[in-house]
């Protein structure tokens, strides 16, 4: 009986990251810049990825007390893997907008840009301190 249920909350958290990770595809192809891209592919694939994670982690813990100790193994890796995403998604996501935001990509329909007034404001300081 708990067998079952454990399976059928598996399914649940694998449907839902399959989800999340298939809006990340869509806004992919449907956002008009690189900054709503990045936000669709970054915040998308990251709730993806908790929720399939956890299903396999669900998964080998339900094997490792049936009594199958490697399926331990696979809970730990998973877990570490997650660990990793959770870090590396969101730094590199910055990264990049920050890297198309310096080399002038400017974001599609946006009415204020802060970080555009910050920048010339900063170069400014630097050309009068040359001076």
């Known amino acids: 009986m708990l067998s079952e249920i ?5 399914y649940i958290l694998l449907a839902i990251g399959v989800f999340f990770n ?3 595809g869509v806004g992919l192809l449907r956002f008009p810049d690189v900054y709503t891209r990045l936000h669709a592919g970054t915040k998308c ?5 908790i929720f399939i994670c ?9 094997y490792w007390i049936q009594g199958n ?3 331990s193994t696979l809970s730990i890796h998973t877990a570490g893997a997650l660990i990793a ?17 310096r080399s002038g990509v400017a974001p ?3 009415i204020v840009d802060d970080l555009k007034n910050k920048t010339v404001e900063k ?3 630097k050309k009068e301190v040359k001076k």
């Open 6 to 10: 454990v399976d059928i909350i598996v």
């Open 22 to 24: 298939l809006l990340a």
């Open 45 to 49: 694939t990251t709730f993806g990825s």
């Open 54 to 62: 956890g299903s396999v982690v669900l998964l080998g813990l339900k």
């Open 69 to 71: 100790p490697e399926y």
């Open 85 to 101: 995403i959770l870090l590396t998604n969101p730094t590199g996501a910055h990264a990049i907008a920050r890297a198309a935001h």
């Open 108 to 110: 599609v329909r946006a």
């Open 123 to 125: 170069s400014a300081k």
